[in-house]
């Protein structure tokens, strides 16, 4: 027992900490419950010195990809193509041991991937993706130690967004018949992008509107649409309207003749819609809500073709003052 009287009317506490081996503790003490009081301190400061005690780390970075998948990735919309990116990015990596992973580590790969002719914005996307795992993990107190990437994004430069004018649109539409015709005349007319348009459900088009749910952004947006094309597309009361028809749209841009920036096929619709939207007079907030951006940096970039956007430039610059100055003078003489 590590507590016992003695004869002498004291209480004895002789204890060894840490089982055999470990550092043995011997006090008297007037009463028996200052002695336990001790014991109790011992113990808890015992447990607390050897939980400081790191255990070796071997996780590989695949090891935490998969924990982060279990315990938060798998909550996310795009989280197929996202474990398929990071499979991949482990595995050009080397799948090294996470607790020896620098910042130096994922700065040489990208040097290689850039000589490669990999895009930076793709790179980017890669920092942030590992990122993110680190984060969580420290979040979910699974990973304690820092944030291994103190990598800075590269500085990617801005893309003009590509959109089909009035003739382009005519005409690629007289390339197009059933289900891509009308998939692609609702992303026209609604800026949705196309795997939304073409997975629409028959509930989800009512008099005269269509609402999108289950969107990237998570938010649904209703957007109104003309008796005309309610009609056009209001084929049954339930079920999906459409079949897959993304290569039928495929063939008729490649008929065409239109030329598409890189990665810009289905999506050209959504920057048409946008882009005619702002030419028109529309309001920059107003586009927001009907594209679901979260934020008004994305739509941002359309302000541009609206036909009042910076028009104060023509008016408040320095020359068109000294002309005034000018006119002044010649008055005053």
């Known amino acids: 027992m590590a507590i016992t009287k003695l004869d002498s009317g004291k209480w004895l506490l002789d204890r060894t900490l840490g089982g055999r081996g470990g550092k043995r503790i011997r006090r008297q003490f007037t009463t028996k419950a200052s002695a336990e009081r001790f014991e109790a301190k011992l113990l808890i400061n015992s447990q607390s010195a050897q939980a400081t005690i790191a255990k070796p780390d071997h996780r590989k970075l695949s090891d935490l990809a998969d924990i982060w998948y279990q315990q938060h990735g798998i909550t996310l919309k795009d989280i197929k193509m996202r474990m398929g990116t990071l499979k991949l990015l482990i595995e050009n990596l080397g799948n090294p041991v996470a607790i020896r992973f620098k910042s130096s580590d994922f700065a040489e790969y990208r040097v290689k991937k850039l000589a490669e002719g990999m895009h930076p914005n793709t790179l980017n996307h890669h920092l942030a993706y590992l990122r993110s795992i ?45 289900d891509a015709y009308k998939v692609t005349l609702l992303c026209l007319s609604t800026g949705a992008r196309w795997s939304e348009a073409e997975t ?35 084929t049954k009361k339930s079920g999906r309207l459409f079949t897959p028809c993304a290569g039928a749209f495929r063939y008729a841009v490649e008929n065409s003749g239109i030329d598409l920036p890189d990665g810009q096929l289905t999506h050209i619709l959504r920057h048409t819609f946008a882009s005619h939207f702002m030419m028109n007079g529309g309001s920059i907030l107003t586009l927001q809500k ?4 979260s934020t008004l940096t994305m739509t941002v970039r359309y302000a541009h073709l609206s036909p009042e956007h910076l028009q104060e430039a023509t008016k408040l610059n320095p020359v068109v003052i000294l002309s005034s100055l000018a006119e002044n003078k010649k008055a005053l003489q």
Do not use: C, M
Not at 290 to 293: E, R, S
């Open 200 to 234: 629409i459900r028959a509930e989800q088009i009512q008099p005269y509107r269509v609402t999108y749910s289950g969107t990237k952004s998570g938010k649904v947006r209703v957007i109104p649409i003309s008796e005309e094309l309610y009609k056009l597309l209001k």
């Open 290 to 293: 009907i594209l679901g951006h």
């Open 134 to 178: 680190f984060n969580e993990l420290i979040r979910l107190d699974e990973w304690k130690h820092p944030n291994p990437l103190k990598v800075r994004s590269l500085k990617v430069d801005e893309r003009e967004l590509a959109f089909l004018d009035a003739e382009q649109i005519k005409f690629l539409l007289s390339q197009l018949s059933g």
